[in-house]
Protein backbone atom coordinates (compact mmCIF):
# COMPACT_ATOMS: atom_id res chain seq x y z
CA UNK A 1 0.00 0.00 0.00
CA UNK A 2 1.75 3.04 -0.92
CA UNK A 3 1.67 5.81 1.63
CA UNK A 4 3.05 9.49 1.99
CA UNK A 5 3.39 11.46 5.34
CA UNK A 6 4.38 15.19 5.29
CA UNK A 7 5.98 16.46 8.82
CA UNK A 8 8.37 19.16 9.00
CA UNK A 9 5.58 22.23 8.80
CA UNK A 10 5.50 24.60 11.48
CA UNK A 11 5.11 28.79 12.13
CA UNK A 12 8.29 30.31 11.11
CA UNK A 13 8.95 34.25 10.94
CA UNK A 14 9.21 35.90 7.82
CA UNK A 15 13.09 34.91 5.89
CA UNK A 16 12.99 31.86 8.02
CA UNK A 17 13.33 28.48 6.93
CA UNK A 18 11.97 25.23 7.55
CA UNK A 19 12.51 21.91 5.76
CA UNK A 20 9.20 19.19 4.75
CA UNK A 21 9.67 15.40 4.88
CA UNK A 22 7.31 13.39 2.78
CA UNK A 23 8.18 10.16 3.86
CA UNK A 24 7.34 7.18 1.79
CA UNK A 25 6.23 3.68 2.25
CA UNK A 26 4.93 1.19 -0.01
CA UNK A 27 7.41 2.24 -2.46
CA UNK A 28 11.24 4.02 -3.28
CA UNK A 29 11.38 7.50 -4.00
CA UNK A 30 13.00 6.89 -7.40
CA UNK A 31 9.83 4.39 -8.30
CA UNK A 32 8.14 7.64 -9.29
CA UNK A 33 8.62 11.42 -9.67
CA UNK A 34 7.61 13.11 -6.28
CA UNK A 35 6.30 16.83 -6.04
CA UNK A 36 5.26 19.16 -3.82
CA UNK A 37 2.14 21.21 -3.63
CA UNK A 38 0.65 23.65 -1.37
CA UNK A 39 -3.61 25.04 -1.08
CA UNK A 40 -5.07 28.22 0.39
CA UNK A 41 -7.84 27.69 1.88
CA UNK A 42 -10.88 28.75 -1.17
CA UNK A 43 -7.69 28.26 -3.43
CA UNK A 44 -7.05 25.75 -6.18
CA UNK A 45 -4.16 23.69 -4.95
CA UNK A 46 -0.22 24.51 -6.92
CA UNK A 47 2.53 23.06 -7.60
CA UNK A 48 5.76 23.94 -6.22
CA UNK A 49 8.26 21.80 -7.36
CA UNK A 50 9.41 18.04 -8.32
CA UNK A 51 11.96 15.55 -8.52
CA UNK A 52 11.95 13.05 -11.59
CA UNK A 53 12.41 9.57 -10.36
CA UNK A 54 14.78 8.61 -13.91
CA UNK A 55 17.28 11.04 -13.62
CA UNK A 56 16.34 13.33 -10.27
CA UNK A 57 16.15 16.33 -12.47
CA UNK A 58 14.50 19.17 -10.57
CA UNK A 59 11.57 21.51 -11.28
CA UNK A 60 10.44 24.29 -9.34
CA UNK A 61 7.45 27.33 -9.30
CA UNK A 62 8.72 30.42 -10.51
CA UNK A 63 7.74 32.18 -6.97
CA UNK A 64 10.18 29.43 -5.35
CA UNK A 65 12.96 29.67 -7.69
CA UNK A 66 15.88 29.99 -6.06
CA UNK A 67 14.52 29.74 -2.43
CA UNK A 68 13.15 26.30 -1.83
CA UNK A 69 15.15 23.04 -2.80
CA UNK A 70 14.05 19.72 -3.38
CA UNK A 71 15.96 16.47 -2.56
CA UNK A 72 15.85 12.75 -2.06
CA UNK A 73 17.38 10.42 0.39
CA UNK A 74 16.64 6.59 -1.38
CA UNK A 75 17.92 4.57 2.14
CA UNK A 76 15.60 7.22 3.95
CA UNK A 77 12.52 6.90 2.23
CA UNK A 78 12.12 10.83 1.76
CA UNK A 79 11.77 13.20 -0.03
CA UNK A 80 12.56 16.95 1.21
CA UNK A 81 11.77 20.56 0.09
CA UNK A 82 13.99 22.71 1.90
CA UNK A 83 12.13 26.33 1.96
CA UNK A 84 14.45 29.53 2.57
CA UNK A 85 13.76 33.32 2.79
CA UNK A 86 10.02 32.38 3.77
CA UNK A 87 7.06 34.90 3.12
CA UNK A 88 3.98 35.18 4.37
CA UNK A 89 2.73 34.43 1.33
CA UNK A 90 3.91 30.65 1.55
CA UNK A 91 1.64 29.91 3.91
CA UNK A 92 -0.33 26.86 3.18
CA UNK A 93 -1.15 23.13 3.70
CA UNK A 94 1.66 21.71 1.69
CA UNK A 95 1.51 18.51 0.09
CA UNK A 96 3.89 15.71 -1.52
CA UNK A 97 2.54 13.54 -4.01
CA UNK A 98 3.39 10.40 -6.41
CA UNK A 99 3.31 9.81 -10.35
CA UNK A 100 3.92 13.57 -11.15
CA UNK A 101 4.48 14.37 -14.77
CA UNK A 102 7.18 17.83 -14.36
CA UNK A 103 7.94 19.67 -17.35
CA UNK A 104 9.33 22.91 -18.30
CA UNK A 105 7.88 24.94 -21.06
CA UNK A 106 9.89 28.04 -21.46
CA UNK A 107 10.84 28.82 -17.81
CA UNK A 108 7.02 27.85 -16.58
CA UNK A 109 7.09 24.69 -14.71
CA UNK A 110 4.13 22.02 -15.01
CA UNK A 111 3.30 19.70 -12.24
CA UNK A 112 0.07 16.86 -12.99
CA UNK A 113 -0.11 14.73 -10.01
CA UNK A 114 -1.61 11.38 -10.79
CA UNK A 115 -0.81 9.36 -7.81
CA UNK A 116 -1.47 9.22 -3.88
CA UNK A 117 -1.14 12.27 -1.57
CA UNK A 118 -0.08 12.78 1.81
CA UNK A 119 -2.29 14.41 4.42
CA UNK A 120 -0.61 18.12 4.14
CA UNK A 121 1.34 19.75 6.88
CA UNK A 122 0.41 23.57 7.67
CA UNK A 123 3.51 25.85 7.41
CA UNK A 124 2.64 29.73 8.67
CA UNK A 125 4.98 31.84 8.36
CA UNK A 126 3.97 35.34 10.39
CA UNK A 127 5.85 37.75 12.61
Known amino acids: QVQLVESGGGLVQPGGSLRLSCTLAGFMPNDYAIGWFRQVPGTEREGISC????????YYAEFVKGRFTISRDNAKNTVYLQMNSLKPEDTAVYYC????????????????????WGQGTQVTVSS
Open 97 to 116: ATKVVCSYRGNHAYFRPYGS
Open 51 to 58: IANYDSST
